[in-house]
């Protein structure tokens, strides 16, 4: 099994939401990373969990709140979020190694819009 | 730092032709790891194919060949006998012994059309 699932696939909120985006994979992965991606650019990296403990922070706003509840699960928490934060969201997972480099394996997405 | 350069923002091929997408990287780290992924429209981003710097030959996967010079720092994707489902964004990535673990840096993409 080689799936990263995500959802919602889409979201619309307001800037006065509260919401969360979920992402979950079964590979035995031990690293866990969202990117923010606007379109027809390159995804942005924001967080990365490494052995579920937050490793990367991109100086991410802290509207965006990322956790981990356990290796196989990733969410991020969305509070009073901008019109500008309006895009693919993406997770992705992978393994980790010392002296290797393990490619990433994304979810679907979730396309959220701010209102 | 890294660097991952496509030059290439658009690209055409006719149906079962070959097609090559340039990748260009800079990077100081002695040891690094270079990928490329498709993203069609829908939205997900999908490996490809890896090639470690210190591997002899070149990558293949199916249709897909990494043309891997590091003399001359490209990592050129070739996808051999174009389908119609190959018309996409990839993207050409890398990772180096001396980056934050899991930091990956991606290049701009290349959009690719497959013409029937």
């Known amino acids: 099994d080689t799936e990263v699932t995500q959802t919602p696939k889409h979201l619309v909120m307001g800037m006065t939401n509260k919401k969360s985006l979920k992402c979950e994979q079964h590979?035995?992965?031990?690293?866990m990373y969202w990117y923010k991606q606007k379109a027809k650019k390159p995804p942005e990296l924001m967080f990365v969990?490494?052995?579920?403990?937050?490793?990367i922070n991109e100086s991410v706003p802290s509207r965006f709140s990322p956790e981990c509840p356990n290796s196989s699960l990733l969410n991020l928490h969305l509070h009073a979020l901008q019109p500008e934060d309006s895009a693919l969201y993406l997770c992705?997972?992978?393994?980790?190694?010392?002296?290797?480099?393990?490619?990433?394996?994304f979810g679907p997405g979730t396309r959220l819009t701010v209102t | 730092a890294q660097k991952i350069t496509q030059t290439q923002p658009g690209m055409f091929v006719q149906e079962k032709e070959a097609v090559t997408l340039d990748c260009t990287y800079d990077?100081?780290?002695?040891?690094?790891?270079l990928f490329w992924y498709k993203q069609p429209s829908s939205g997900e981003m999908i490996f490809l194919i890896y090639?470690?710097?210190?591997?002899?030959q070149n990558a293949t996967e199916g249709r897909y060949s990494l043309n891997f010079q590091k003399a001359r720092k490209s990592a050129n994707l070739v996808i051999s006998a174009s389908q119609l489902g190959d018309s996409a964004m990839y993207f050409c990535?890398?990772?180096?012994?001396?980056?934050?673990?899991?930091?990956?840096?991606f290049g701009d993409g290349t959009t690719l059309t497959v013409k029937p």
């Open positions: 992705a997972s992978s393994h980790m190694g010392t002296g290797s480099y393990y490619e990433q394996y």
């Open positions: 590979m035995g992965h031990r690293a």
């Open positions: 969990y490494s052995y579920e403990k937050l490793s």
């Open positions: 990077t100081s780290d002695p040891s690094y790891g």
């Open positions: 090639q470690g710097s210190y591997d002899q």
């Open positions: 990535a890398m990772r180096g012994v001396n980056t934050n673990a899991g930091k990956s840096t």
